[in-house]
Nanobody, 117 residues
Framework: QVQLVESGGGLVQPGGSLRLSCAAS????????MGWYRQAPGKQRELVAS???????NYADSIKGRFTISRDTAKNTVYLQMNSLKPEDTAVYYC???????????WGQGTQVTVSV
């Protein structure tokens, strides 16, 4: 019912920046919140940042001050601006959308972010 398409990943040097985009389509009026998760090789998927439909953001401590989540309601798109990237930020980043009543999680295909020299 909801399709999420991520873009913006790639290879960047330490200290560089990337901007991830997640475009939602389908039954977007049912979405309560959207966010970004990441999964590094050999590690569990973890929350990076989220934002409610009302615009309230939430960030993981590991990226606070470096990443910013935002939304463009007209484009049905959520962004993740990533600055001061570190090698430990290397992971596949997944867009997530949450629906309530019933509770359903939607996931994008993921976009690779690699921070390396």
């Amino acid at each position: 019912q909801v399709q999420l398409v991520e873009s913006g990943g790639g290879l960047v040097q330490p200290g560089g920046s990337l901007r991830l985009s997640c475009a939602a389509s389908g039954s977007i009026f049912t979405i309560y919140a959207m966010g970004w998760y990441r999964q590094a090789p050999g590690k569990q998927r973890e929350l990076v940042a989220s934002i409610t439909n009302g615009g309230s953001p939430n960030y993981a401590d590991s990226i606070k001050g470096r990443f910013t989540i935002s939304r463009d309601t007209a484009k049905n798109t959520v962004y993740l601006q990533m600055n001061s990237l570190k090698p430990e930020d290397t992971a596949v980043y997944y867009c997530n959308a949450q629906r309530q009543l019933p509770l359903i999680n939607y996931w994008g295909q993921g976009t690779q972010v690699t921070v390396s020299v």
